[in-house]
T-cell receptor, first 119, second 115 residues
Framework: AQKVTQAQTEISVVEKEDVTLDCVYE???????LFWYKQPPSGELVFLIR??????QNEISGRYSWNFQKSTSSFNFTITASQVVDSAVYFC????????????????FGTGTQLKVEL | ETGVTQTPRHLVMGMTNKKSLKCEQH?????MYWYKQSAKKPLELMFV???????ENNSVPSRFSPECPNSSHLFLHLHTLQPEDSALYLC??????????????FGPGTRLTVL
């Protein structure tokens, strides 16, 4: 069965520090997708990135970067020069092919990492 | 109108009440989802609809009854709930099709409290 582990329950940093959020996944499938979402206090999950299992290139988007390593089944997320607005719960998720034969997309989420950025 | 909207944002109900949660998406997607988010637990997928047809019922108790009249609207009808059903209920949508991997876009959720 697929599983996503986010071992860090809560992380506190001071503004401008870099922080890495860990995500480890388990799957038997060779084709799968990984996602990161941000959930600010307002409650809405905001999509950040999708990465397929065949693309191990790291990705950078502004202060955000992602490191995907199939060898260790990890998809870690780094925020550079963190800001107070980055305070939120961050979720990693996994989607496997063909889990919903009728259509749609079944995501398995980790338990999330609460990031607190203080002044 | 923003992507995925949910009403109401907050709901308090007694165990004998009947209420409904509403979700609407303005993204042209064809798949819609209900999730339950309880404290200290991963998001739990409840139901999936694709082109108005239910494609997943994740062993959800019958006191939760979904309805999808079209690809833009999704309802969750609630009756005789239990206090442990108190949670944040999130709706999401995505471009779906068989084997799709598209990202899901979420609404702000309905914070439900069952007394």
């Amino acid at each position: 069965a697929q599983k996503v582990t986010q071992a860090q329950t809560e992380i506190s940093v001071v503004e401008k520090e870099d922080v890495t959020l860990d995500c480890v996944y388990e799957t038997r499938d060779t084709t799968y997708y990984l996602f990161w979402y941000k959930q600010p206090p307002s409650g809405e999950l905001v999509f950040l990135i999708r990465r397929n299992s065949f693309d191990e290139q790291n990705e950078i988007s502004g202060r955000y970067s992602w490191n995907f390593q199939k060898s260790t089944s990890s998809f870690n997320f780094t925020i550079t020069a963190s800001q107070v607005v980055d305070s939120a719960v961050y979720f990693c998720a996994l989607s496997e092919r063909g889990k919903l034969t009728g259509g749609g997309n079944k995501l398995t989420f980790g338990t999330g990492t609460q990031l607190k950025v203080e002044l | 109108e923003t992507g995925v909207t949910q009403t109401p944002r907050h709901l308090v109900m007694g165990m004998t009440n009947k209420k409904s949660l509403k979700c609407e998406q303005h993204l042209g997607h064809n798949a819609m989802y209900w999730y339950k988010q309880s404290a200290k637990k991963p998001l739990e997928l409840m139901f999936v609809y694709n082109f108005k047809e239910q494609t997943e019922n994740n062993s959800v108790p019958s006191r939760f009854s979904p309805e999808c009249p079209n690809s833009s609207h999704l309802f969750l009808h609630l009756h005789t709930l239990q206090p442990e059903d108190s949670a944040l209920y999130l709706c999401a949508s995505s471009q779906g099709g068989r084997g799709a991997y598209n990202e899901q876009f979420f609404g702000p959720g309905t914070r439900l409290t069952v007394l």
